[in-house]
């Protein structure tokens, strides 16, 4: 059996309208809240049917048939209703709901009096039908009878569809922007203009003043069109935002990739501490350094960290005002320890900076494992401990005739004194208060000479530099004590000028002392078969900040090109020197963040060596 | 001329070591100065007195070697123990030379000291005592008459009276007389020690003539 045109056109408006809601049922199958899709989907296949129910209703062959079809096609008309009413609630957002309710309300009603009463909504009986013939020689049924009052129920129903999709469309209108704009035109417009439309034909139709079937798939097929259209807009819309999240997700995942690359290979370990003071980033540097996995360090106290012998005063600092992740951290900063697992403690450098992102505040903490520093520092300190002694050593020998004085006065004054009690305690009238004078007399050198002995064994040790809070004027004292006599023996004139109560500098009084009697020992030197009446100055004076020593000889000078030179090792100017002296001295100073120079004073040189005091406070 | 009692001056600059030395050797019986500086003790120190001077090696404003030069060239005889804590022998020998008795290096023991000091005394008054015997010498020369001066040089040379007579243009006899007027005059009871007295005086003999 071949269609003809009519059978043709209404299966292919079903199937293009079918065509079209399957793709939205697809698209509500990957987005759920797409509710307008899902609506949409239910339109199209209500025009499908209903298109069916049309067709049926054109091809009736009875007056029994036509209002059976008639009765059926008032389903999917009912769902189209509901469906446009569900459309422009969740496509356009807008409208005012008691409109949708009670537009729904009366679809119902329509429904229920459709199947209760008369042979449908539209009649109350059809008698006949007529054929009206169409183009193409064929004849389509248009039926003939009494129609039902109860139709103004379906066109109340109308109407508040009407009002609803106009109050929501002129809401979305109102917004202004035009993508709302053509939706509300668009849609909007054409459910009104055909919900009119059809009103208008049906009244007309059914009144009998028209003599034409009722054609309404078109019109249902040109909702469904500007729907489609509408909401395709919508996806590729989507689409276009997917892609650009999808860009910029690559981008974000490309830097945040590259956020991770930097902090997993920069040298230092990172930790990223919160403001609660839990750990919330690391790096397999700071893995590495605490000795736990990253999976133990995130989310724990950074307490953790912090070895338990401050971690009192770390509380207590915590526990302050001031307590933001930044404070948390500061007892690190200052101690510079840090807690590995096993126990140990790691000597670390380290850097905090608080960072402030939308919602929170952290602390990033860069730690630098400084054992190997610290281990090269101990053996150059060793090392130079090491030449500083040999360098000590050596200057003591060319000391050791004085230093043979300094210690054989006293014996000799206990000797003396000693045989010289033996022999009053000989005689017969023995004078006891001359004894006792002795007695005290011999303590006193004994002591004297002890004191010489312990200021030689000083420095004869072989030790760290141990530094304390030191009087510059009792280092002076010492050394001029022990230079004393060979400076008698060389016929040099010492003096002193020494500023009283200077505040204390911090430091090693033996490696100090030894810098002292190289310079002295030094200036004595440069003066030798040079000045006929040689005469060496040490002065102690406060500087802007500081306090400093001078050692002011006559004995010419130094050239200018070579008063930096002299402190470099294994440079002299004495004819058995080996150059070292200077080199150890500046090395000895360096240690205790003091300077050491040399400037010529118009008859000779004066060495100065000069200490800031800031440097003391650490 | 010389005052009795020998006087040992102690120069040093430590005040202990002199208070120590002063008190041993006044346990031994010894009379002592103290002088803190060699300055102090050539403006101060008795020059009449007899006795020896102990000396650090290392003073301040005087070395011990450059003391002992100023002593002698003022004309003291003062012999000079040095004392050093450290002697080396350079200056040791130095100082030997230049006439100092001992040289002791520190701490010293009270015999060795002692045994320096008596030796450096006896020296002192030895030397004092030969110098009196010069002076007396000298007085007793001084009582000659230039022709018995002459006659003296001429038996110092070891002449016979005939021959001492040719050289002069006299007689023998005459000789004789100025012979046993000289040995009177200068308390010789032998030749021989008139020679040592004349020797001691300064007065030479005259050289032997030329036959």
């Known amino acids: 059996m071949s269609m003809n045109w009519v059978e043709i056109i209404w299966t292919m408006m079903a199937t293009a309208s079918l065509t079209l809601g399957f793709v939205h049922l697809l698209v509500w199958f990957e987005q759920r809240s797409r509710y307008a899709s899902l609506a949409f989907f239910v339109i199209t296949t209500s025009v499908a049917a209903f298109s069916a129910s049309e067709l049926s209703m054109m091809e009736a062959q009875t007056p029994a048939a036509y209002a059976s079809a008639l009765r059926w096609a008032h389903v999917p008309i009912c769902m189209i209703a509901l469906s446009i009413i569900a459309f422009v609630h969740f496509h356009f957002g807008s409208g005012r709901r008691w409109l949708a309710y009670a537009a729904a309300a009366f679809r119902f009603l329509t429904l229920f009096l459709n199947f209760t009463t008369g042979e449908n909504i539209n009649f109350e009986e059809v008698t006949a039908l007529e054929h009206v013939p169409l183009w193409g020689g064929i004849a389509a049924a248009v039926p003939v009878g009494s129609p039902s009052l109860w139709q103004i129920v379906t066109q109340i129903g109308n109407l508040l569809l009407v009002a609803f999709v106009v109050d929501a469309s002129i809401t979305l209108w109102r917004r202004g922007d035009p993508v709302a704009r053509r939706r509300a035109a668009l849609v909007g417009g054409s459910i009104v203009l055909f919900i009119i439309g059809v009103t208008g034909l049906a009244v007309f139709i059914l009144a009998g003043a028209v003599r034409a079937p009722t054609v309404l798939t078109p019109g249902f097929l040109v909702i469904v069109l500007a729907m489609a259209y509408e909401l395709s807009w919508e996806v590729i819309a989507a689409a276009q935002l997917a892609a650009k999240l999808h860009t910029s997700e690559i981008n974000l995942r490309a830097s945040e990739e590259q956020f991770r690359a930097v902090v997993e290979s920069v040298p230092n370990a990172i930790l990223l501490v919160d403001d609660a003071g839990k750990v919330t980033l690391t790096n397999p540097q700071a893995q590495a350094l605490f000795g736990y996995g990253r999976e133990e360090l995130v989310g724990r106290q950074v307490e953790l960290l912090i070895p338990e012998w401050y971690r009192y005063a770390h509380e207590s600092h915590c526990q302050s005002d001031a307590a933001d992740a930044r404070a948390r951290l500061m007892t690190i900063a200052r101690e510079r320890y840090a807690l590995h697992k096993d126990g140990s403690q790691v000597p670390v450098k380290l850097v905090l900076r608080s960072m402030r992102t939308v919602d929170a505040s952290f602390v990033l903490v860069s730690l630098e494992d400084v054992t190997e520093q610290r281990q090269n520092e101990r053996t150059a300190a060793r090392q130079r401990d090491e030449i500083a002694h040999l360098s000590r050593v050596a200057t003591l020998g060319e000391l050791s005739g004085s230093l043979a004085h300094e210690i054989n006065q006293p014996l000799m004054g206990i000797l003396s004194n000693a045989q010289a009690a033996q022999r009053f305690l000989a005689r017969d009238d023995v004078n006891l208060d001359e004894v006792r004078e002795i007695l005290a007399d011999i303590v006193e050198d004994n002591k004297r000479a002890g004191e010489v002995i312990k200021r030689l064994r000083a420095l004869l040790k072989k030790g760290e530099m141990q530094k304390r809070p030191l009087d510059i004027n009792s280092v002076v004292d010492d050394v001029v004590r022990l230079t004393r006599n060979d400076l008698v023996n060389r016929s040099v004139a010492l003096s002193t000028e020494l500023t009283p109560d200077l505040p204390s500098v911090f430091g090693d009084q033996i490696h100090l002392q030894q810098v002292l009697l190289n310079l002295v020992m030094n200036a004595c030197e440069a003066m030798e078969s040079v000045v006929k009446t040689p005469q060496v100055h040490i002065r102690t004076r406060r500087t802007d900040g500081g306090v400093e020593i001078s050692v002011a000889d006559l004995g010419g000078g130094i050239p200018p090109g070579d008063l930096e030179r002299i402190f470099a090792p294994f440079v002299t100017t004495k004819e058995h020197g080996i150059g070292l002296g200077l080199s150890i001295c500046r090395t000895i100073i360096d240690a205790h963040g003091g300077r050491l120079w040399a400037e010529n004073n118009g008859e000779g040189a004066t060495v100065r060596c000069a200490f800031s005091l800031s440097d003391h406070a650490e | ?211």
């Open chain 2, 1 to 211: 001329m010389t005052s009795g009692t020998p006087v040992v001056f102690v120069v040093d600059d430590d005040a202990s070591v002199l208070k120590g030395l002063k008190r041993l050797l006044c346990s031994a019986g010894f009379t002592s100065e103290t002088f803190a500086s060699a300055t102090e003790f050539l403006d101060r120190y008795d020059q009449n007195a007899a006795g020896c001077v102990i000396l650090d090696l290392a003073m301040p404003d005087f070395d011990g070697l450059q003391m002992q030069k100023a002593l002698t060239e003022r004309g003291s005889v003062l012999p000079i123990i040095f004392l050093t804590g450290h002697g080396d022998i350079a200056t040791s020998v130095q100082a030997m030379k230049a006439g100092a008795v001992d040289f002791l290096t520190k701490p010293v023991t009270d015999e060795a000291l002692f045994a320096a000091v008596h030796t450096a005394i006896q020296r002192c008054q030895a030397l004092y005592r030969a110098r009196e015997e010069t002076a007396i010498i000298r007085c007793r020369v001084a009582t000659l008459t230039p022709r018995e001066r002459e006659v003296l040089t001429h038996l110092l040379s070891g002449k016979l009276n005939k021959q001492i007579a040719a050289d002069l243009g006299t007689v023998e006899h005459t000789i004789k007389v100025h012979r046993a007027r000289v040995m009177q005059k200068m308390q010789a009871r032998t030749f021989a020690a008139l020679v040592r007295f004349a020797e001691r005086a300064g007065i030479a003999a005259t050289p032997p003539a030329e036959s």
